[in-house]
């Protein structure tokens, strides 16, 4: 590992000037290309005290062992030589997007005597016209089959092209006019150039007219009574508008655009691309790239637009390119994009109406790509194995952690505190044995108060059990407050069994406890494990603002690298355990908002409550009525009302709720809420804004 100070350059040495940067390790290789609108001032950020700077970035200049720079005139000349340098040295520490699939294109090569329409996957080539990119090869298909029979152009390969011109005889859908059959001059090359030409008008957005034509041809020939020609002109017409139909108008203004949207974590980030053409989405496609440097989304947007276009000129660089975060500085990549367009490129952040709608889809494709790429990650044999042994070397254990525990607290503001254990064996999760906690030793907010509770109630019943039977128990000891999954039943319940028939384990011993959170969190785990004499299971943190992994009576983290799959690992448990506090915090605060002053009425059912409610329209007005009204109700007797109105009487009538993700006041006029803005149960991804308003800080 490399000083970065032995390989500084001098105090002077660094020109104040537009540039581009590299730095290599002590084998020469490239392993980061960069560019700086003032090479002295970037250059200087890299070689302050190695302690200040983001881990990433530290690990970079440590393996490093020189950097060199040229300098260029504008800030668009280094942008376009960043990207020649990151696609040919290929380095290790810039952000390299892995896109997802080949995606295929519908391509029409004008480079051939007679155009063939096909589907094409892999390196754009010189003269062919390109639409798409499209999900799957046989959407291609099916457009093309739609239109071959207003746009009969050739479809054949080259060698069968060549024998159906050596044998006079053209392919088959020559014979059923899907074919202008140019292999045995049925049409002319020009005539055939110019049906492509068509086709690709068509292809490219500019329908409207070529409908217009057709419809009007269609009139003449009924007029003429020439009515079997009409009559395949109406069947061309709907041909073109049932392909039309496959992708469906999204932007009114038939704009030319390309969205783009990126989904992020620490770790990773997922970038989504919608093309529109014509105001319909022609093409989608998308990107998975490993973060492996300090880098803002303005920043990955940036290096997307070059991955995007890089290669790109002319008509395939649109006029408008929609994105969630401007690159900074924005001048020189919209000057850039210009360039290669060959006009002006608008570079922009949609602000509102169906642009802004639009963009919020490709968000939630980004999204969902980013947890399906996860997902696929997680479930490789191989990839879990090495992720096991990698957090069993850095933690120094014995063996692998086979079954991992982690912990997190959330809460809201220090109303209705919960945990959550979640557990993961051999790398997956495995949900029937996930707990939830309530904290019941104070009230308030303090996490490390609220950690050691957690930890200590849930092993003090492992070495109870232990200590009973001398082996693992048949069944769960659940404390009240400790509750099991919706699918692990009740509290205090039977015990339930795994779909192998075994009963449920909770007190058997994990290998590694996670906790969400730094120093003072793993402090009290092991502070609680210590208490009861445990002294063979191991405990670490996970932090959230650096991704460092904390150890007890460490003042220094573990820093594992970028690319490991334990600190892939260890991030995906804490999530989880973090998703799960959220949905069982949610549910709490939702079940608190629908309490009514009729619940503390003896004897008085659901069925008999909301005819109540309903009778009178809210509790306020119910509370104001005499007994005689009360025992209008039906199913409500005399000596039932009385009870309930000395039952309301009695209550006091509290400060009204407000529902924190709203705002809105919820009142008690309408008795128990039936919904509120956070249902119980409901699936919660780690990491979104209203989950925030509820974790523990």
């Keep these: 590992m490399a000083d970065p100070s032995s390989y500084r350059p001098r105090p002077g040495e660094i020109p104040d000037s537009p540039g581009v940067y590299r730095f290599r390790d002590e084998h020469r290789r490239v392993i980061y290309v960069g560019k700086a609108k003032s090479l002295r001032q970037r250059l200087a950020n890299y070689f302050q005290d190695v302690a200040n700077l983001h881990p990433r970035t530290r690990t970079m200049v440590t393996t490093a062992a020189s950097v060199e720079w040229t300098v260029v005139s504008t800030e668009v000349e280094a942008l376009q030589l960043e990207y020649s340098w990151i696609k040919e040295y290929d380095p290790r520490f810039n952000v390299k997007y892995r896109d997802d699939k080949s995606y295929p294109y519908l391509a029409v090569t004008m480079n051939e005597e007679f155009p063939r329409v096909q589907v094409m996957r892999g390196?754009?080539?010189?003269?062919?016209?390109?639409?798409?990119?499209?999900?799957?090869?046989?959407?291609?298909?099916?457009?093309?089959?739609?239109?071959?029979?207003?746009?009969?152009?050739?479809?054949?390969?080259?060698?069968?092209?060549?024998?159906?011109?050596?044998?006079?005889?053209?392919?088959?859908?020559?014979?059923?006019?899907?074919?202008?059959?140019?292999?045995?001059?049925?049409?002319?090359?020009?005539?055939?150039?110019?049906?492509?030409?068509?086709?690709?008008?068509?292809?490219?957005?500019?329908?409207?007219?070529?409908?217009?034509?057709?419809?009007?041809?269609?009139?003449?020939?009924?007029?003429?009574?020439?009515?079997?020609?009409?009559?395949?002109?109406?069947?061309?017409?709907?041909?073109?508008?049932?392909?039309?139909?496959?992708?469906?108008?999204?932007?009114?203004?038939?704009?030319?655009?390309?969205?783009?949207?990126?989904?992020?974590?620490?770790?990773?980030?997922?970038?989504?691309?919608?093309?529109?053409?014509?105001?319909?989405?022609?093409?989608?496609?998308?990107?998975?790239?490993?973060?492996?440097?300090?880098?803002?989304?303005?920043?990955?947007?940036?290096?997307?637009?070059?991955?995007?276009?890089?290669?790109?000129?002319?008509?395939?660089?649109?006029?408008?390119?929609?994105?969630?975060?401007?690159?900074?500085?924005?001048?020189?990549?919209?000057?850039?994009?210009?360039?290669?367009?060959?006009?002006?490129?608008?570079?922009?952040?949609?602000?509102?109406?169906?642009?802004?709608?639009?963009m919020e889809t490709v968000q939630r494709n980004a999204q969902q790509a980013l947890v399906l790429h996860k997902t696929k990650r997680a479930s490789d044999l191989t990839t879990r194995s090495r992720a096991l042994e990698e957090i069993a070397d850095?933690?120094?254990?014995?063996?692998?952690?086979?079954?991992?525990?982690?912990?997190?607290?959330?809460?809201?503001?220090?109303?209705?505190?919960?945990?959550?254990?979640?557990?993961?064996?051999?790398?997956?999760?495995?949900?029937?044995?996930?707990?939830?906690?309530?904290?019941?030793?104070?009230?308030?907010?303090?996490?490390?108060?609220?950690?050691?509770?957690?930890?200590?109630?849930?092993?003090?019943?492992?070495?109870?059990?232990?200590?009973?039977?001398?082996?693992?128990?048949?069944?769960?000891?659940?404390?009240?407050?400790?509750?099991?999954?919706?699918?692990?039943?009740?509290?205090?319940?039977?015990?339930?069994?795994?779909?192998?028939?075994?009963?449920?384990?909770?007190?058997?011993?994990?290998?590694?406890?996670?906790?969400?959170?730094?120093?003072?969190?793993?402090?009290?785990?092991?502070?609680?494990?210590?208490?009861?004499?445990?002294?063979?299971?191991?405990?670490?943190?996970?932090?959230?603002?650096?991704?460092?992994?904390?150890?007890?009576?460490?003042?220094?983290?573990?820093?594992?690298?970028?690319?490991?799959?334990?600190?892939?690992?260890?991030?995906r448990v804490r999530d989880e355990a973090h998703r799960f506090a959220i949905t069982y915090q949610r549910t709490r605060r939702a079940k608190r908002f629908r309490t009514s002053p009729l619940d503390d009425v003896p004897g008085l059912g659901e069925t008999r409550k909301q005819a109540l409610v309903k009778h009178f329209g809210s509790v306020k007005k119910l509370r104001s009525a005499t007994i005689d009204q009360i025992c209008e109700v039906p199913g409500i007797g005399r000596k039932t009302a009385e009870t309930v109105a000395v039952a309301l009487a009695r209550a006091t009538p509290a400060a009204p709720a407000v529902n924190t993700a709203t705002g809105e006041i919820i009142d008690d006029e309408d008795g128990a809420p039936e919904t509120t803005a956070d249902a119980p149960g409901e699936p919660v991804s780690a990491g979104t804004p209203d989950e925030r308003r509820g974790q523990e800080t």
């Design 123 to 358: 390196h754009k080539k010189k003269g062919v016209r390109y639409f798409g990119p499209y999900g799957h090869a046989w959407a291609i298909r099916d457009t093309v089959d739609l239109l071959l029979r207003v746009f009969p152009v050739r479809t054949c390969s080259a060698g069968v092209f060549k024998n159906a011109a050596r044998t006079g005889r053209p392919c088959l859908l020559g014979y059923i006019g899907k074919c202008s059959a140019p292999c045995v001059e049925r049409i002319s090359a020009e005539d055939h150039r110019e049906l492509a030409e068509e086709f690709c008008d068509f292809m490219a957005g500019r329908t409207g007219t070529y409908l217009r034509r057709l419809e009007q041809r269609m009139a003449d020939a009924a007029e003429e009574m020439e009515y079997e020609r009409a009559a395949r002109l109406r069947d061309d017409i709907g041909a073109l508008k049932k392909a039309m139909e496959k992708s469906a108008v999204v932007l009114a203004d038939a704009t030319d655009a390309d969205l783009i949207a990126v989904a992020e974590d620490e770790l990773e980030a997922a970038v989504q691309i919608f093309h529109v053409r014509g105001g319909r989405v022609r093409g989608q496609r998308g990107w998975v790239t490993d973060k492996v440097e300090e880098i803002t989304t303005g920043a990955l947007v940036e290096h997307a637009l070059q991955q995007l276009y890089g290669e790109e000129t002319g008509d395939a660089v649109p006029k408008e390119v929609l994105v969630p975060a401007l690159p900074e500085p924005v001048e020189p990549v919209q000057q850039w994009l210009a360039e290669r367009r060959g006009s002006g490129v608008s570079l922009r952040i949609p602000q509102r109406g169906d642009k802004k709608a639009l």
């Design 394 to 571: 850095a933690l120094g254990l014995d063996s692998a952690p086979l079954r991992i525990e982690c912990y997190d607290i959330s809460h809201l503001q220090g109303d209705d505190v919960v945990a959550s254990m979640v557990v993961f064996e051999d790398g997956l999760a495995r949900k029937s044995e996930y707990r939830r906690f309530q904290i019941k030793g104070f009230s308030g907010q303090d996490d490390v108060r609220s950690m050691h509770e957690v930890i200590t109630r849930r092993f003090r019943r492992y070495l109870a059990e232990k200590e009973r039977t001398g082996e693992w128990a048949d069944g769960e000891v659940t404390d009240v407050g400790d509750q099991p999954t919706d699918d692990g039943g009740p509290a205090g319940g039977p015990a339930l069994k795994d779909d192998d028939g075994r009963p449920k384990r909770f007190a058997y011993p994990p290998q590694l406890v996670v906790v969400d959170g730094g120093q003072p969190q793993v402090a009290a785990a092991q502070r609680a494990l210590d208490e009861l004499g445990i002294d063979d299971i191991a405990v670490c943190g996970l932090a959230k603002r650096l991704e460092e992994v904390w150890l007890p009576r460490e003042d220094d983290p573990v820093v594992l690298p970028r690319t490991s799959e334990g600190l892939y690992l260890l991030q």
